[in-house]
């Protein structure tokens, strides 16, 4: 899939305003899921905003209880109900968990797409082996969607991304707001005149085939956020940023 470098990562965000808000200062790719419970917030927001449908990639993730072969549709089709629209760009599989099981799974979710419910089908937090399983039975992995930020780095996830060629869709690129009091992260964007925030989604965005969904409400931060994949780090800054030793996973498994 051919994704813009930063989209907007709505869970938690519970105002329809904040993602018309979103798609008015320039972000084309929405990211929900139904874990998120907000999917019809974001619907809402896109039915308000003044751009037309086809301008958005609108993605969702089918929830562990989703999982199995008989339910794969229906679950599809209550979120497209919530969100209020015909199909989705991009349908994840949000974890390989629960009643997932990928010789029923997959090929059930590639059944929906053959349906015209999702033009793509994803994948989200899986790991190498388990991608490695699911290109077996399902037709093609048009994203990956893992927590990747200065904290969490997932090489083999992000070089099975670059060798496929498909985007790793990085969550949490800011840490959850950790990259904030970082030394070396601020000294970076004290050099630069630019914020921490900035400096963690650029660092995010150098790296070859990944793209970013920070979540944001505020309109200033949305903006900022959309801006900073323009910043350009040299090699030194990130050379700083990879020497940082800190490791933390937000959400694991």
């Not at 019809?40 to 969702?60: E, K, M, N």
């Not at 209550?78 to 209020?84: E, I, T």
């Not at 930020?149 to 991304?161: I, K, M, N, T």
């Not at 979540?215 to 949305?222: F, G, Q, V």
């Amino acid at each position: 899939m051919d994704l813009p470098p930063v989209g907007l990562g709505t869970m938690g965000i519970d105002d329809a305003d904040t993602v018309a808000a979103a798609i008015d200062v320039g972000y084309r790719h929405l990211d929900t899921a139904q874990v998120y419970e907000n999917e019809t917030v974001v619907g809402d927001g896109i039915a308000s905003a003044p751009v037309d449908r086809d301008a958005l990639t609108v993605a969702t993730k089918l929830w562990i209880d989703c999982l199995a072969e008989d339910d794969v549709r229906p679950g599809t089709e209550a979120s497209l109900d919530r969100l209020g629209l015909d199909s989705v760009d991009l349908l994840y599989v949000h974890r390989p968990r629960g009643d997932y099981d990928p010789e029923t799974t997959l090929p059930a979710v590639d059944a929906v797409r053959e349906a015209g419910l999702t033009t793509h089908v994803g994948l989200s937090n899986f790991d190498p082996e388990q991608l490695a399983t699911a290109r077996d039975h399902l037709d093609t992995i048009a994203a990956h969607q893992v927590e990747f930020h200065p904290y969490f780095r997932q090489e083999a996830l992000l070089a099975d991304a670059q060798r496929h060629d498909y985007p790793l869709v990085a969550y949490s690129p800011l840490a959850g707001g950790r990259v904030f009091d970082d030394p070396t992260i601020r000294a970076i964007a004290e050099k630069h005149d630019t914020s921490p925030a900035a400096v963690s989604i650029a660092w995010v965005t150098s790296h070859d085939n990944v793209v970013t969904i920070p979540k944001a409400s505020s309109r200033a931060h949305l903006a900022a956020n959309l801006t900073a994949a323009d910043l350009e780090l040299d090699s030194d800054d990130v050379e700083r940023i990879d020497a940082i030793e800190r490791r933390e996973e937000l959400f694991p498994e």
